[in-house]
């Protein structure tokens, strides 16, 4: 394999350089499972700790193929990849130093089908590390997250490192669409966890700043809808044709024109409509992409049957036939007590003391299957943020964090493994 770097700024621009989408990140997931092996954790991928039988939306098998292909011209190692078919991409790091908890920390490694900016502006860009793979791009800052995991490997294998017990280190796929977590919640690896944490960089907090606790996750739904209609010449027998793309966009329009539940936050998105091949040919099929986001599980119960009729209607004006799928959900979770009042106290002994109590995270994370998993069992969770100042916004096509908050995230998250 090409030669990784150690240090954390090189190993985070590494990663920016090849961003991977969900279920597809072979190059990053065989990075990661190679220098846990050289750290000395005992390592395992894949089929080994995913149970994919209800998984929604995988990759097609030339899909697979060709994110292979990708990664193997990237310098992927062809033994790790072979042990991840079928996008299996999870990489498990555990490490044991006696009788003791057993603690995990959850990282995700994942991109977005986002462009990047070429703005010499952008940093990336100005430094020569942003994406070389058109049309995807690390706009969430998963790379950090990758390379701050790494970074913590580093840190905890090494022999003075003060902690005793089990350490898990999850390298999670596809957390972008919410359907990474919920196969590795399956396969069992939480099931004897004592204390999970997982973190994520920016969400509007300031650089240098801790919050303990994440909170107003959304729960959500991401589905992707189907318009069959009938195709006919516009001009000559309109009156033989279903618009599928009509249906689409009367769908579109609809769903955002949804009233706002009174009793809970609400959000919904359409961000994806493609139909129709030639201009003089009524479309016989369209595409629809959009998630449905609320505070509340039962808001997003009665969201959901609302967007549903929307679609439906929508179909029936134009005689076409809707199918939806839902395609990755996340839940809400609370981080307990416990973890937060341990994270201040890993915070202040690494000379972090701007800390917050929580910060309105705006969005969702499938760890909270994690999270929950871990609290139903009799185990404690938590979810954090680490402040980074952003140049735009998450999923922007000019997305950047101040990687000083990749050294403060190693040392929060190297402390929190170290605290009693």
């Known amino acids: ?68 292909e990708a990664a193997r011209l990237a310098g992927a190692d062809e033994n790790w990849m072979a042990r991840m078919p079928g996008g299996q991409t999870a990489v498990c790091g555990e490490m044991r130093r006696g009788d003791g908890p057993v603690l995990a920390l959850r990282f995700d490694m994942d991109a977005l089908p986002v462009l990047e900016s070429e703005s010499e502006s952008h940093l990336p860009a100005a430094e020569r590390f942003s994406s070389e793979r058109t049309g995807f791009m690390h706009a969430c800052g998963h790379d950090g997250h990758t390379a701050i995991g790494l970074a913590v490997a580093q840190k905890l294998s090494h022999p003075t490192a003060a902690w005793t017990g089990t350490l898990r280190l999850i390298f999670q796929p596809a957390e972008e669409g919410g359907r990474g977590a919920q196969p590795i919640v399956s396969a069992g690896l939480l099931d004897d966890v004592d204390t999970f944490l997982a973190l994520h960089l920016g969400c509007q907090l300031p650089s240098g700043r801790v919050a303990l606790m994440a909170d107003g996750f959304f729960w959500s739904e991401k589905w992707s809808v189907r318009f069959s209609g009938r195709a006919a010449h516009a001009a000559m027998m309109p009156e033989e044709g279903r618009n599928a793309l009509l249906a689409a966009a009367t769908a579109a329009l609809g769903v955002h ?21 030639a201009r003089n040919v009524i479309a016989d099929e369209a595409l629809l992409e959009l998630e449905l986001r609320a505070a509340t599980q039962d808001a997003l119960s009665r969201l959901v049957d609302a967007a549903r009729r929307v679609l439906q209607g929508a179909a029936l004006m134009q005689g076409a036939e809707v199918e939806i799928a839902c395609q990755g959900k996340s839940v809400s979770a609370t981080s307990d007590v416990a973890v937060c009042e341990r994270l201040e106290r890993a915070a202040r002994a690494v000379g972090l003391e701007d800390i917050v109590p929580n910060w309105p995270i705006g969005g969702g994370d499938d760890a909270t299957f994690m999270m929950r998993r871990v609290q139903e069992k009799g185990g404690k969770a938590g979810y954090c943020l680490m402040g980074a100042d952003l140049t735009a916004p998450h999923h922007a096509g000019n997305f950047d964090f101040d990687e000083d908050a990749l050294e403060h995230a190693v040392r929060l998250m190297t402390s929190f493994a170290e605290q009693a």
């Open 1 to 68: 394999m090409t030669a990784f770097p150690y240090d954390l700024k090189a190993m985070r621009r590494s990663l920016h350089r090849f961003p991977e989408p969900a279920f597809l990140e072979y190059r990053t997931a065989s990075v990661v499972a190679a220098r846990l092996v050289e750290l000395g954790f005992d390592v395992r991928v894949g089929p080994e700790i995913m149970a994919m039988e209800n998984v929604q939306a995988l990759p097609s098998a030339e899909a697979v193929l060709a994110a292979q």
């Open 257 to 277: 024109a949804l009233p706002r539940d009174g009793q809970a936050d609400t959000r919904v998105n359409v961000g994806v409509l493609s139909a129709g091949r």
